[in-house]
């Protein structure tokens, strides 16, 4: 009965992570995880089949969190960011961290999708952007 209550809660709580995901992450060494986190997208230039996007920002709810192997990020329940520290996409990746309250991930599609170009962004906008900006900084630099 407990499974069915952990999934009627996480249904009714679609910014949190995944209890899947949360469980791989623990058993990797779950170090950072942020839930109910607004999360700014911002495209520019972008450019996927059927989709031509000049500039256009949108505000969504997600998660974050951070292992000692990857950093992955979801939306509601679709998965925006994975990204091992050991992948050669890693030194690609420009991480920032914009007045200690804003993780900014910034990238070009293109690295992760050879048929998407242009710009993309996420921004996390939460308290501890300045600790988790500072875990992947550590953690990206040591692979």
């Known amino acids: 009965m407990t499974s069915l209550k952990q ?5 009714f709580k679609p910014s949190d992570l995944p209890l899947k ?6 058993n990797e060494g779950l170090l950072f995880s942020a839930e109910r986190v607004r999360i700014t ?4 230039r972008f450019k996927a089949k059927g989709r031509n996007i000049r500039h256009k920002r949108e505000v ?5 969190a951070i ?18 520290f050991d992948a050669p ?6 991480f920032s961290c914009v007045n200690g309250k804003v993780l900014t991930v910034a990238f070009d599609p293109s690295i992760f999708n050879p048929g ?16 988790a900006y500072g875990l992947i900084r550590d953690l990206s630099r040591a692979k």
């Open 89 to 94: 996409q890693v030194n690609s990746v420009k």
């Open 41 to 44: 997208v911002v495209y520019n």
């Open 116 to 131: 998407q170009s242009g710009d993309m962004e996420f921004r996390f906008h939460f308290e501890g952007a300045q600790e």
């Open 60 to 64: 969504v709810w997600g998660s974050l």
């Open 21 to 26: 995901a949360r469980s791989f992450m623990e």
């Open 7 to 11: 999934k009627l809660k996480s249904f």
């Open 67 to 84: 292992s000692d192997k990857r950093i992955v990020g979801y939306v509601f329940r679709k998965r925006i960011i994975h990204l091992p």
